[in-house]
């Protein structure tokens, strides 16, 4: 059975000057322990999908299915990573690793433990009581992705998550990352405008359209030097090109015809 | 992790290298010649601005002291620091200034401490309820470009001599704390209540576990500005009914002709400021330390 299901999925904005439909029966089904990507023109509703399956968004017409329940809120299934790490200034490293689950008022002790042992496994030992401003971009990003997974959800739903960091700490942290969710044994669903980012992180990559948006097509990455290669090996794989030059080829189509 | 263990533990170490404040590594033992100079001059610079405001000071007394002295103005008029030492004197033993003094204190800080609770409170029923900020915008607007020492004769009526301080003082600070604590929730960024929402929080731990301690800095601004327009309220408020306070003293010295009292009353109301914002001023670095905010 799919984790996470979408059928004829429809979302219209409202406002009192107009109506904006942005996700035009969009549908979707994803196995347990998968890892998608969706890349997409800008403004195509990409995050706006994320939002769908988290729940804090209800669809105007379709249905969104998570373990074969109709979603109607957030639920603790699902983890949400966004493009900024958002640490709150005013907690240190751990109290901040602590926010999810002190909101869905887990067992403290254990959430603690969890947390600690997350940070002594991901490199970040010893920075408990550090404040989040003493920690590098790139280390802030993994204190959220921890502050997730201590709320240990089953899909992680990943917001552009690397686009705020440099081009260095990006690489390494993406393959970081995907070690982690893959580790954890974690559905993943990346939204990002970066198709190497996408290729090299997925099982499948998903093309989205100019509004109002559609799935226009699905590439399942196979590769010829393994099943399971690192998102850095990917990069160096044979047909990574291949599919770059596909997706590039079909996005920009998008992007001329909403010129 | 199990594919980079090399260039995991490098980057950590990196980044607690880079981690080390600038300033920290410099210490003093180990400076250059031309590092202590630099400090020298800088301790220099410092000794003279401090001497400078003293001098400015002590220079103003001399004056105000030689023209009344002169002849130059008339000492009737103007009072001169000989005389306020005297007057300062037999208002301290005979006449209860620090009584006065204390209860315009006291008046002060429970002024601000009523509008800060009430302020804050109102601004966070605005944030929580669009509605009620909708409806409640344009009162708030006209509520606070109202003088509202026109409001003087009610409070006086309503609450009595002896509270209509309060009334004055909490009318001029509280719609400027709402409208100061209102701003700073606005500001908070929407994508930290997106992380909340995320994670299923409700309105109420959204408000306990960001809106209020994101909006510590805020507090204490505000807080700061609240020390000047509360006095304000409390002079007003004194000066239109009271029978205690600097603000009595005041216009009771205006009103017998007794210029030394009215200017030491004002120097005793200039010292009460200084030590209130003082006051204020250590309470919020405590809150911000306390908050990680240093």
């Known amino acids: 059975m799919p984790q996470i299901e979408l059928n004829e999925v429809c979302l219209s904005y409202f406002t009192l000057k107009q109506e904006t439909e942005a996700l035009r029966d969009i549908n979707l089904s994803i196995e347990p322990g998968e890892f998608i990507s969706i890349v997409g023109p800008s403004g195509c509703g990409k995050s706006t999908l994320l939002s769908l399956i988290s729940g804090m968004v209800k669809p105007t017409k379709g249905k969104v299915m998570i373990d074969g329940q109709e979603v109607s809120g957030t639920s603790p299934k699902v983890g949400y990573m966004l493009q900024h790490d958002h640490l709150f200034e005013w907690r240190d490293i751990l109290s901040n690793l602590l926010v999810g689950a002190e909101i869905r008022k887990m067992d403290r002790k254990k959430a603690e433990r969890k947390a600690l042992e997350l940070m002594e496994r991901y490199g970040l030992g010893g920075f408990e009581r550090h404040s989040p401003a003493q920690l590098s971009g790139g280390m802030r990003q993994r204190v959220a992705l921890i502050r997730t997974l201590v709320t240990e959800p089953d899909i992680m739903l990943l917001d552009e998550p690397f686009s705020a960091l440099d081009y260095q700490t990006r690489l390494t942290l993406s393959d970081e990352i995907f070690n982690i969710i893959k580790d954890q044994g974690k559905t993943a669903i990346l939204v990002t405008h970066d198709i190497s980012e996408a290729i090299s992180m997925a099982d499948r990559v998903m093309v989205m359209s100019k509004r109002p948006s559609t799935i226009s097509s699905v590439y399942t990455m196979l590769f010829d030097e393994g099943a399971y290669l690192s998102p850095w090996k990917k990069r160096e794989a044979g047909r990574y090109h291949v599919y770059f030059n596909a997706i590039w080829k079909e996005l920009e189509g998008h992007v001329v015809s909403t010129g | ?294």
């Open chain 2, 1 to 294: 992790m199990s594919s980079l263990p090399a260039r995991e533990s490098s980057a950590v170490l990196s980044e607690q290298r880079t981690e080390q404040p600038a300033v920290a590594l410099i210490s003093n033992k180990s400076a250059s010649p031309q590092y202590a100079a630099y400090l020298r001059l800088q301790k220099r610079k410092l000794w003279l601005i401090r001497l400078s405001r003293i001098a400015v000071f002590v220079l103003f007394l001399a004056i105000w002291e030689l023209a009344a002295a002169m002849q130059w103005v008339n000492p009737m008029l103007t009072s001169r620091p000989s005389s306020m030492v005297t007057a300062f004197q037999e208002l301290a033993f005979e006449g209860e200034l620090f009584r006065h003094t204390w209860i315009t204190g006291l008046e002060t800080i429970i002024g601000i401490v009523v509008s800060m609770v009430l302020g804050t409170l109102i601004a966070v029923l605005f944030w929580w309820s669009t509605f009620a900020s909708r409806v409640l915008e344009p009162y708030v607007v006209v509520l606070n470009a109202l003088p509202k020492v026109a409001l003087g004769p009610i409070f006086y009526i309503w609450l009595g001599d002896r509270y209509s301080v309060y009334g004055m003082a909490v009318a001029i600070s509280i719609i400027v704390t709402i409208i100061m604590i209102e701003s700073g929730f606005k500001e908070i960024s929407k994508t930290k209540l997106k992380l909340m929402e995320s994670f299923g929080a409700t309105r109420s731990q959204m408000l306990t576990m960001v809106l209020l301690p994101a909006s510590v800095p805020n507090f204490i601004a505000t807080l700061k500005v609240n020390v000047g327009l509360t006095l304000v309220g409390v002079i007003m408020g004194e000066f239109l009914s009271s029978k205690a306070g600097l603000g009595y003293l005041i216009t009771y010295g205006g009103q017998v002709f007794q210029m030394n009292m009215v200017m030491v009353s004002i120097a005793m109301l200039a010292l009460l400021s200084i030590v209130l914002y003082s006051l204020v001023d250590l309470l919020g670095r405590y809150a911000l330390k306390k908050n990680h905010y240093e």
